[in-house]
């Protein structure tokens, strides 16, 4: 019903900010809650943040408070996750998803697609 397609990662070193874009194309992009999250090697998938429909409630993890942002534009279909003052446990695959049944979501189990992933890779 949506398809998710993520952009924006890549390597960058210890202190330094990456942008993270999720475009979706198909369905309407206003009625899904979008997420990001992210897998660490031997580690489970966890949620990095979360964003409403209309963009006005959004949640981030512990883990990454002050740091990161999430947002989206709606005109344009997509969602981002601005991180700044990466830090070499932010390494990670990170995923886009999207709920199409609820407004906010927090749980994996609240989403019904997900994107490819994108490597985010920080060095010291």
């Known amino acids: 019903q949506v398809q998710l397609i993520e952009s924006g990662g890549g390597l960058v070193q210890d202190g330094g900010s990456l942008r993270l874009s999720c475009a979706a194309s198909g369905g309407t992009f206003t009625r899904y809650a979008m997420g990001w999250f992210r897998q660490a090697p031997g580690k489970e998938r966890q949620i990095v943040a979360g964003i409403s429909r209309g963009g006005a409630n959004t949640y981030l993890a512990d883990s990454v408070k002050g740091r990161f942002t999430v947002s989206r534009d709606n005109a344009k279909n997509t969602v981002y996750l601005q991180m700044n003052n990466l830090k070499p446990e932010d390494t990670a695959v990170y995923y886009c998803?999207?709920?199409?049944?609820?407004?906010?979501?927090?749980?994996?189990?609240?989403?019904?697609?997900w994107g490819q992933g994108t490597q985010v890779t920080v060095s010291s």
């Open positions: 998803a999207a709920s199409s049944t609820m407004w906010f979501a927090t749980m994996s189990a609240q989403y019904d697609y």
